[in-house]
């Protein structure tokens, strides 16, 4: 589902305008972004959480060659799906 059809559904299932409902994910996804960026962990209960994890800085080897490569240390984000979701996604 792009966002676009998310924007329809939402509108159509609450009666909110579609200019409404984009206004709201928009500042939703700005919302969560600002959070993780701090760090903070959100959390949707039943839905799932975002929370940001650490990578070490490593070194691999690329494929095919005898070359290694540092690989910086990163953050990245990870989702754990919540029960309810879980449950409605494997019926």
Known sequence: ???AELINEVASKTG???TDVD????ATIETITEALAKEDKVSFIGFGSFE???R???ETKIPNSD???KVPAS???KFKVGKQLKDA???
């Open 75 to 77: 953050k990245s984000v």
């Open 16 to 18: 909110v305008s579609k």
């Open 52 to 54: 940001i994890t650490h």
């Open 23 to 26: 206004a709201v994910i928009k």
């Open 1 to 3: 589902m792009k966002k």
């Open 56 to 58: 070490k800085a490593r």
């Open 67 to 69: 070359k290694t490569v």
């Open 89 to 91: 996604v494997n019926k």
